[in-house]
């Protein structure tokens, strides 16, 4: 069986504009239900978003952001749901991650900008010792959808997270992840080109994180919504971690968790 330490990341939104309505709990009951089921499922990590990214959604203030978060995070530390899960925030703003920490103690800072919109980001991040995700991302939420202009998209993914390792080398972060960012400035067919090249990511020495769960290079392709496709999400799971995938981050954790354990059982027989 594989040695490899693969985690699932279950997706809670505490906002009402997350483009799969399953995946949003605003109200405080609806997260702890979710976060329990979730963590029943298996997940590893808690990633929780309060402010949305997808293409054409309004992007909330600071105060907005933080306001939303704030009574989740805690409930979080009231109710201990499991000293074994870990605790992230989807957030780029560096005042939230510090205003976190200091309710909600040691998370993870999943970070959609990979530190291109706050300077401060990755200084805050190193000095408060915390994993971080950097992902790759051409423009802003607003402009990113007009970025589909590429040369090579698997060289220039590349050569982004060398620049990045350079630029958290200057504030001391080492302890990061690195996400392709699916979805983000890429055309679909872009998307499947570095599916199919993900192991190459691998040669950066950090864990690669995919967020491929129900995006639209899966339902456009098929002509469906959304939520018809887990099942297709599931098979794009698969092949992500036979490519070399080290995080999953989803919103369906129990069917996740059973493709890992497919991957675990095709490699304890190759």
């Given at each position: 069986?594989?040695?490899?330490?693969?985690k699932?990341?279950?997706?809670?939104?505490?906002?009402?504009?997350?483009?799969?309505?399953?995946?949003?709990a605003?109200?405080?009951?609806?997260?702890?239900?979710?976060?329990?089921?979730?963590?029943?499922?298996?997940?590893?990590?808690?990633?929780?978003?309060?402010?949305?990214?997808?293409?054409?959604?309004?992007?909330?203030?600071?105060?907005?952001?933080?306001?939303?978060?704030?009574?989740?995070?805690?409930?979080?530390?009231?109710?201990?749901?499991?000293?074994?899960?870990?605790?992230?925030?989807?957030?780029?703003?560096?005042?939230?991650?510090?205003?976190?920490?200091?309710?909600?103690?040691?998370?993870?800072?999943?970070?959609?900008?990979?530190?291109?919109?706050?300077?401060?980001?990755?200084?805050?991040?190193?000095?408060?010792?915390?994993?971080?995700?950097?992902?790759?991302?051409?423009?802003?939420?607003?402009?990113m959808?007009?970025?589909?202009?590429?040369?090579?998209?698997?060289?220039?993914?590349?050569?982004?997270?060398?620049?990045?390792?350079?630029?958290?080398?200057?504030?001391?972060?080492?302890?990061?992840?690195?996400?392709?960012?699916?979805?983000?400035?890429?055309?679909?067919?872009?998307?499947?080109?570095?599916?199919?090249?993900?192991?190459?990511?691998r040669?950066?020495?950090?864990p690669?994180?995919?967020?491929?769960?129900?995006?639209?290079?899966?339902?456009?392709?098929?002509?469906?919504?959304?939520?018809?496709?887990?099942?297709?999400?599931?098979?794009?799971?698969?092949?992500?971690?036979?490519?070399?995938?080290?995080?999953?981050?989803?919103h369906?954790?129990?069917e996740?968790?059973?493709?890992?354990?497919?991957?675990?059982?095709?490699?304890?027989?190759?």
């Amino acid at each position: 069986m594989s040695n490899r330490d693969i985690k699932v990341m279950g997706i809670i939104n505490v906002n009402d504009d997350s483009y799969f309505e399953q995946s949003r709990a605003r109200q405080i009951d609806a997260f702890a239900s979710r976060a329990e089921r979730l963590i029943q499922e298996g997940a590893d990590v808690i990633d929780i978003g309060a402010c949305s990214t997808r293409p054409g959604a309004e992007m909330v203030d600071s105060e907005c952001e933080w306001g939303r978060l704030n009574a989740v995070l805690e409930l979080w530390n009231r109710k201990s749901f499991s000293s074994s899960v870990q605790l992230s925030i989807d957030t780029f703003r560096s005042e939230i991650v510090s205003r976190a920490f200091d309710v909600a103690g040691h998370l993870t800072v999943n970070d959609i900008s990979a530190g291109s919109e706050d300077d401060s980001m990755l200084k805050v991040v190193s000095s408060l010792h915390l994993p971080y995700i950097a992902m790759h991302r051409r423009g802003t939420c607003a402009t990113m959808h007009e970025q589909y202009r590429y040369e090579n998209i698997l060289s220039e993914v590349l050569d982004y997270f060398r620049k990045f390792e350079q630029k958290a080398a200057l504030v001391g972060l080492e302890d990061y992840i690195i996400d392709p960012g699916f979805g983000f400035s890429k055309s679909i067919e872009e998307n499947y080109v570095l599916l199919n090249n993900l192991s190459a990511l691998r040669q950066l020495h950090h864990p690669v994180l995919v967020g491929l769960s129900r995006k639209r290079m899966i339902y456009e392709t098929l002509g469906i919504t959304p939520q018809d496709s887990l099942p297709a999400t599931c098979a794009i799971h698969l092949h992500a971690l036979l490519a070399g995938a080290d995080i999953l981050r989803v919103h369906d954790v129990k069917e996740a968790v059973e493709c890992v354990k497919l991957y675990h059982t095709i490699e304890q027989f190759r």
